[in-house]
């Protein structure tokens, strides 16, 4: 059974920093391109940022210079360390783990950033 579990989400005022986490099971994570995505409220899921097997990284323009992705292969864990936020990072931001003929999500962690 495949798991992505997500933590680190919370309340964080303008300027500051969160990280998430995401710990995977049941899938060969060294394999898959790891991902983090979000979602506003009426908004549709939007990537954030994502890591290859090969450790290549992509970034929303929104998000280039604040946040960095990065994985650990032996804690099958992938990680997002978001710095100056700002209220419009607002959203619940999920994990994602892709192959060509696989496409995993966790459940979300709710980032709220705010005064």
């Known amino acids: 059974q495949v798991q992505l579990v997500e933590s680190g989400g919370g309340l964080v005022q303008p300027g500051g920093s969160l990280s998430l986490s995401c710990a995977s099971s049941g899938i060969m994570f060294r394999m898959y391109t790891m991902g983090w995505y979000r979602q506003a409220p009426g908004k549709q899921r939007d990537l954030v940022a994502t890591i290859s097997s090969g450790r290549s990284t992509n970034y929303a323009d929104s998000v280039k210079g604040r946040f960095t992705i990065s994985r650990d292969n032996a804690k099958n864990t992938v990680y997002l360390v978001m710095n100056s936020l700002k209220p419009e990072d607002t959203a619940v931001y999920y994990c994602?783990?892709?192959?060509?003929?696989?496409?995993?999500w966790g459940q979300g962690t709710q980032v709220t950033v705010s005064s």
């Open positions: 994602n783990a892709r192959l060509p003929a696989s496409d995993y």
